[in-house]
C-alpha cells in the first residue's frame, strides 16, 4: 500500500528551464509534505515543505504547491541548473496522535538537468 | 559538523551471520530513526526512537533490533542476516517534528550486501 506516489521515475530538463516533479498521496491524515534532494552516495537532505494550511511555499528557485482536494503536490525548480540534478523524494507526515515526526516517503524521481 | 554519522560505509555479510550498524549524531537530538532504502523504491521506516530507553516499530522492523542507551546513539541490530535485507540503510535524527520547522537530518548510509 503505496501511501505517497512519485509516478515519474525520470525527468530530463535543459538549463535554465522549468522541472516540476509531482507527487501524489493517499492518507488523508497526512498534513506536511517535505521533499528531499539526494545525490549519489551521500544521505538525502531536506529541501522545502509545506503545511496543509497553505498552497504555496518558496524558497528561492524552489517552490512547492499543494492541491488537498486533489491530494497532489508539486516542486517546481525555476531556473534549473545542472547541480540540481539528483534524486527528488517526497515524504509526507500526520502531526497528529503519536505520529512522531514519522514521514513516509515515495519512491523517488531522478532529475537530469543537461546544459 | 558532524551531524549524523553511520559505520560502516560498506558491509558484506553471509546469510546467517549478525551485525550492528552505528548511528551516532552530535546535535543533541531528542528523536532518531532507521530507514532502509531498496532499488528504485522510496525510504522505509524500520525502528524509530523518541529518546533515550524508548524505542517503536516503524513499517518494517522484522528481522531488526535496535536500542537507545544514549541520546546521541541508535545502533541497529541484525540478528540473522538474510538476502531480503541486502539493501541501503539510513539513519536519520531531528529535534522535533518536521512541522516545527525541525526536518529529519540524514547520515551517508551503510551499503549492505548478503550473500
Known amino acids: 500500500d503505496q501511501q505517497v506516489k512519485q509516478n515519474s521515475p525520470s525527468l530530463s530538463v535543459q538549463e535554465g528551464r522549468i522541472s516540476i516533479l509531482n507527487c501524489d498521496y493517499t492518507n488523508s491524515m497526512f498534513d506536511y509534505f517535505l521533499w528531499y534532494k539526494k545525490y549519489p552516495a551521500e544521505g538525502p537532505t531536506f529541501l522545502i515543505s509545506i503545511s496543509s494550511i497553505k498552497d504555496k511555499n518558496e524558497d528561492g528557485r524552489f517552490t512547492v504547491f499543494l492541491n488537498k482536494s486533489a491530494k497532489h503536490l508539486s516542486l517546481h525548480i525555476v531556473p534549473s541548473q545542472p547541480g540540481d540534478s539528483a534524486v527528488y523524494f517526497c515524504?509526507?507526515?500526520?502531526?497528529?496522535?503519536?505520529?512522531?515526526?514519522?514521514?513516509?516517503f515515495g519512491q523517488g524521481t531522478i532529475l537530469t538537468v543537461h546544459p | 559538523n558532524a551531524g549524523v554519522t553511520q559505520t560502516p560505509k560498506f558491509r558484506i555479510l553471509k546469510i546467517g551471520q549478525s551485525m550492528t550498524l552505528q548511528c551516532t549524531q552530535d546535535?543533541?537530538?531528542?528523536?532518531m530513526y532507521w530507514y532502509r532504502q531498496d532499488p528504485g523504491m522510496g525510504l522505509k521506516l524500520i525502528y524509530y526512537s523518541v529518546g533515550a530507553g524508548i524505542t517503536d516499530k516503524g513499517e518494517v522492523p522484522n528481522g531488526y533490533n535496535v536500542s537507545r542507551s544514549t541520546t546521541e546513539d541508535f545502533p541497529l541490530r541484525l540478528e540473522l542476516a538474510a538476502p531480503s535485507q541486502t539493501s541501503v540503510y539510513f539513519c536519520a535524527s531531528s529535534s522535533g517534528h518536521p512541522a516545527n520547522n525541525q526536518p529529519q537530518h540524514f547520515g551517508d548510509g551503510t551499503r549492505l550486501s548478503i550473500l
Open positions: 546535535m543533541n537530538h531528542n528523536y
Open positions: 515524504a509526507a507526515s500526520a502531526t497528529g496522535g503519536t505520529s512522531y515526526g514519522k514521514l513516509t
